[in-house]
């Protein structure tokens, strides 16, 4: 039951050093994380519909590109956008940045800028059990938005038809309690008129 659970959490790790990126994909894996792998922070972006160039911004490319994910695992030192710059540019998803240079600067910055963790390579299956909180956080992030659009959605359909019953309810209440006046001023009809 653990595994299956677990089965359902997907990871997306982004290092452009290949070997790295097998590493991290074994020990997911091996760890029963679903797991898809890109060269850098660009592709990612473009994986997950975030993209910025021309062509990534076209109607058919999020359907075709974007993906659920549970948790962004990043190398810090990549060419053309760094870990930091991608966990910058992420909302909503718990980003873990990892780096072979223990620099404390870097991972203070990196964690005040929102990274859940920040490992140092090489990675060790040990860390793969530190993930699961993060996935579960981003779980619930995920069902707490769906909720809140949810009732966003009922609240917008109760202030559509409550509008319109609430005109309805005032019409009705000004036509029974006189407001209109003719309702109840007699009427005069032209026989009443040709006795007068």
Do not use: W
Not at 43 to 68: C, R
Not at 69 to 77: E, S
Not at 164 to 182: H, L, V
């Amino acid at each position: 039951m653990g595994v299956d659970r677990e089965a359902e959490f997907h990871v997306l790790a982004v290092d452009d050093s290949l070997i790295d990126r097998k590493l991290i994909e074994r020990l997911l894996r091996t760890s029963s994380y679903q797991v898809t792998t890109v060269d850098s922070g660009s592709k990612a972006l473009e994986l997950l519909g975030l993209g910025e160039e021309p062509g990534l911004s076209s109607p058919a490319s999020p359907d075709k590109n974007e993906i659920e994910v549970n948790l962004i695992i990043t190398d810090y030192c990549m060419p053309g956008m760094t870990g930091y710059d991608l966990l910058k540019r992420i909302k909503g998803i718990p980003v873990v940045i990892m780096s072979s240079e223990n620099v404390p600067s870097r991972i203070n910055r990196c964690l005040e800028g929102g990274a859940e963790e920040f490992f140092l390579k090489p990675i060790q299956l040990s860390d793969m059990t530190r993930l699961r909180p993060y996935m579960q956080k981003g779980k619930v992030k995920e069902q707490q938005q769906s909720q809140q659009q949810q009732q966003q959605q009922l609240q917008e359909k109760n202030i559509t038809s409550g509008s319109s019953n609430s005109n309805s309810n005032k019409r009705k209440a000004m036509e029974d309690g006189g407001i209109f006046p003719e309702k109840t001023r007699p009427r005069l009809s032209s026989s009443s008129l040709a006795s007068v």
